[in-house]
């Protein structure tokens, strides 16, 4: 059996940074900055999504260039061209499988994008 390790819980919620199973890194993050606010700009929050994503992978090990699977939630799918700049300058080629989703609504109001990474360690 493999096990599951749960790392910190995120200060944002009811989810941990990471979980690892087995050589798989699971990870959602948001775009909250080291004191908990949310940028008001699409390009401010994808920085800040993405670069806390790879906060979030180093520390267990791996990291950006290990992503296989990214899915992006935006809240309107016109924003993708502005996570698409941001992606450009935090994901390394080659790039991994991913997906953007339109949805209603985030977890708070003013949140534009969210994403869920699947990494190897």
Do not use: W
Not at 106 to 120: D, S
């Amino acid at each position: 059996m493999t096990d599951v390790i749960h790392h910190p819980v995120h200060s944002a919620g009811l989810s941990a940074e990471c979980t690892v199973v087995g050589t798989l890194v699971f990870t959602t993050q948001i775009p909250l900055d080291d004191d908990g606010e949310l940028p008001a700009d699409i390009e401010a929050q994808c920085d800040l999504v993405l670069r806390n994503t790879a906060v979030a992978l180093e520390a267990v090990g791996s990291s950006m260039a290990k992503i296989a699977h990214l899915t992006i939630y935006l809240t309107d799918i016109e924003d993708r061209a502005a996570f698409n700049a941001a992606y450009e300058r935090h994901v390394p080629q080659p790039y991994p499988v991913r997906a953007a989703v339109a949805v209603a609504a985030l977890a708070r109001p003013a949140m534009k994008v969210e994403i869920t990474a699947i990494a190897a360690l």
